[in-house]
T-cell receptor, first 117, second 115 residues
Framework: DAKTTQPTSMDCAEGRAANLPCNHS???????VYWYRQIHSQGPQYIIH???NNETNEMASLIITEDRKSSTLILPHATLRDTAVYYC??????????????????FGKGTKLSVIP | GAGVSQSPSNKVTEKGKDVELRCDPI?????LYWYRQSLGQGLEFLIY????????KSGLPSDRFSAERTGGSVSTLTIQRTQQEDSAVYLC?????????????FGPGTRLTVL
């Protein structure tokens, strides 16, 4: 899996857009970008994923640069409940794994997002 | 159900006792994963079930740990003769089989404290 780099922490005012960057300069052509978050004392939560095109769902938008070396997760109207650690991971297509343990998710340090009232 | 559920939410036990942790995956999800997470640490993979295939137990830290999945749905993780280093949050996740390895849906976890 390609290595990702994220800022350690970020603050965002409640109601404003939260833009969380992720660098993945060694991403290969068929690797996807996935985002998860983990709210304190809860299990990780899948947010969104993409390959080349920008993606949007009910939770967030994902903007991937044309060279695919970086991406930004956008929470359009951050609420206090969005305070969490956000993880960016890069993975091969979902059915490309084989062998023991290759499907396990591995998170880096992530970005601790604090939404401020 | 709407999501992955786990029980109990909290378990405090004495060293040397056995514990059982339960996971109810999302209906229709054929893949089920157990992880554990120590305070401030990342996810540690424990075991993976896929349909009727033999489980991948490569992440189990010792033979005190075992898991089973009955009827392709509910799973139970058993820890025998618990030790203090077993204290952690035990997380269960499920996905839509091999097509969903990267989109795993997690339960709230069971916080295990071994005194």
């Amino acid at each position: 899996d390609a290595k990702t780099t994220q800022p350690t922490s970020m603050d965002c005012a409640e109601g404003r857009a939260a833009n969380l960057p992720c660098n993945h300069s060694t991403i290969s052509g068929n690797e996807y970008v996935y985002w998860y978050r983990q709210i304190h004392s809860q299990g990780p939560q899948y947010i969104i994923h993409g390959l080349k095109n920008n993606e949007t769902n009910e939770m967030a938008s994902l903007i991937i640069t044309e060279d695919r070396k970086s991406s930004t997760l956008i929470l359009p109207h951050a609420t206090l409940r969005d305070t969490a650690v956000y993880y960016c991971i890069v993975r091969l297509p979902r059915n490309s794994y084989s062998g023991a343990g290759s499907y396990q998710l591995t998170f880096g340090k992530g970005t601790k997002l604090s939404v401020i009232p | 159900g709407a999501g992955v559920s786990q029980s109990p939410s909290n378990k405090v036990t004495e060293k040397g006792k056995d514990v059982e942790l339960r996971c109810d995956p999302i209906s229709g999800h054929t893949a089920l994963y157990w992880y554990r997470q120590s305070l401030g640490q990342g996810l540690e993979f424990l075991i993976y079930f896929q349909g009727n295939s033999a489980p991948d137990k490569s992440g189990l830290p010792s033979d005190r740990f075992s898991a089973e999945r009955t009827g392709g749905s509910v799973s139970t993780l058993t820890i025998q003769r618990t030790q203090q280093e077993d204290s952690a949050v035990y997380l269960c996740a499920s996905s839509q089989g091999t097509s969903g390895h990267n989109e795993q849906f997690f339960g709230p976890g069971t916080r295990l404290t071994v005194l």
